[in-house]
């Protein structure tokens, strides 16, 4: 596979403290490089602090071109004016989850490691199926690790794109590119990186560019 068909999938800190300060260093890492698409992933916050977020962060991803999806939420991703949602296998049924965002929204789905529910997925109409985690990641737990096989396997045999997740960073993505992944979705490897977000976007590209 072309590395330069991966592109960078970004997902928030679970946590931001001042949403209205934090925009700043939001519009740096979208303007860092090529961003994909960027998911807004909260926990713990009731809706109308989800949505008062959405509405800050949304408006600055949408401008630059990047489709805005919201994690777990579909009802909330629609009232909101995400682009999509991104639903875990305890989250949402597909079919609730497509109702919910329309037939133009886009629709992920966490697969973990396994092959059986991607397949289902994809013939249920996800948008992009999700495995990992790949490498052991601090900004949530994870209980599923998958392989590089699973990549291969996939991009060989299906069209509906792959996303890569858990613990990814510059320094050891090649292999996932390389194995097939349409995206990589990083967090902690953009917002932690030592040269900042902006910086880390930047790195990302010249290896999704074969730099």
């Not at 999509?84 to 629709?107: M, P, W």
């Not at 996939?154 to 590119?177: H, K, M, Q, Y």
Request: proline share 5%; hydrophobic share 45%.
């Amino acid at each position: 596979m072309s590395t330069h068909s991966c592109r960078l999938y970004l997902i928030t800190p679970p946590v931001i403290e001042n949403p209205f300060q934090w925009v700043n260093t939001w519009e740096e890492a979208l303007n860092g490089g090529d961003v994909a698409c960027a998911q807004i992933r909260l926990k713990g916050l009731d809706d109308d602090q989800i949505a008062r977020i959405v509405d800050v962060l949304r408006p600055p991803a949408q401008r630059a071109g990047v489709a805005v999806l919201l994690n777990d939420r579909p009802d909330l991703a629609f009232e909101t004016g995400c682009d999509g949602v991104h639903i875990g296998q305890e989250d949402s049924t597909l079919a609730a989850a497509r109702k919910a965002v329309g037939k133009d929204g886009i629709v992920g789905v966490t697969c973990h490691d396994s092959r059986h529910l991607a397949m289902e997925a994809g013939d249920q109409g996800a948008d992009y199926v999700a495995f990992g985690a790949f490498f052991p990641t601090e900004t949530k737990e994870a209980k599923f690790t998958a392989d590089l096989e699973l990549l291969r396997w996939w991009s060989e045999l299906f069209t509906v794109p792959a996303v890569a997740i858990g613990g990814i960073t510059v320094d050891n993505c090649r292999p996932l590119v390389e194995a097939g992944a349409d995206f990589l979705a990083v967090s902690g490897g953009v917002w932690n990186h030592a040269q900042g977000p902006a910086a880390a976007v930047a790195a990302f590209d010249r290896i999704f560019k074969g730099a």
